[in-house]
Structure formats: structure tokens, C-alpha cells
């Protein structure tokens, strides 16, 4: 089965960091950009980060940047998400996508999501 699957997810307090993995199965992760998403209850999903396939752009939201790092790991076909500094306002749950271009809006693969909670 192709799918992609989350891990990494937890509860941390503000200032704490955790980093989450997304891992690919059935297909090859450096084939394709990867973005994180992120939806919180009531609200609508928004991008968070993405790396291009050959992993010489990145991008991040204006709401993560210089707290956030994506990196790749093709020997582990897998794309991490660094995140430090955390605040209450980034609880959601995160979700990593494979598609073509970090621009292209259609998804070929989406992870089911991992869960970050950061609370005093």
C-alpha cells in the first residue's frame, strides 16, 4: 500500500520543541516535493513548510519561519520538521504531503496526521 505516515507528535509546553517524521512507504519520498500542513479545530488547514524535490528550496509560513526546519533524509525516505520554540497557537494536527512541485497544488499522497498539543 503507498501511503505516508506521521510520527513525532506530542505535548510539549510553549518555548519546548519536538520533531516530527514523515515517512514514506510503496513509493520513493526524493521523487517528489514534500509540504507539512497543519489544521486546528475550527480552522481551515494551512501550509506550514515544504522542500522541493531536489531539496534546493525550501519555504516556510510567515507564522513558523526561524522556528521551523524541513530537511530530507532519502536514505530513510523520510522528511523531518524541526520545530522549536513552540506556542499554544501551533496546536494542530500535522499533516505531510507528497505532490510534484512545492507550488502545485494537487496532492498525490496525504499522511493522516500527527498530533502536537503545546499547553502550560
Known amino acids: 500500500q503507498l501511503q505516508l505516515v506521521e510520527s513525532g507528535g506530542g505535548l510539549v509546553q510553549p518555548g519546548g520543541s519536538l520533531r516530527l517524521s514523515c515517512a514514506a512507504s510503496?513509493?520513493?519520498?526524493?521523487?517528489?516535493?514534500v509540504g507539512w500542513f497543519r489544521q486546528a479545530p475550527g480552522k481551515e488547514r494551512e501550509g506550514v513548510s515544504c522542500i522541493s524535490l531536489f531539496g534546493g528550496r525550501t519555504n516556510y509560513s510567515d507564522s513558523v519561519k526561524g522556528r521551523f526546519t524541513i530537511s530530507r533524509d532519502d536514505a530513510k525516505n523520510t522528511v523531518h520538521l524541526q520545530m522549536n520554540s513552540l506556542k499554544p497557537e501551533d496546536t494542530a494536527v500535522y499533516y505531510c504531503?507528497?505532490?510534484?512541485?512545492?507550488?502545485?497544488?494537487?496532492?498525490?499522497?496525504w499522511g493522516k496526521g500527527t498530533l502536537v498539543t503545546v499547553s502550560s
Open positions: 504531503a507528497a505532490k510534484n512541485l512545492c507550488d502545485t497544488i494537487a496532492v498525490d499522497y
Open positions: 510503496g513509493f520513493h519520498l526524493n521523487y517528489y516535493s
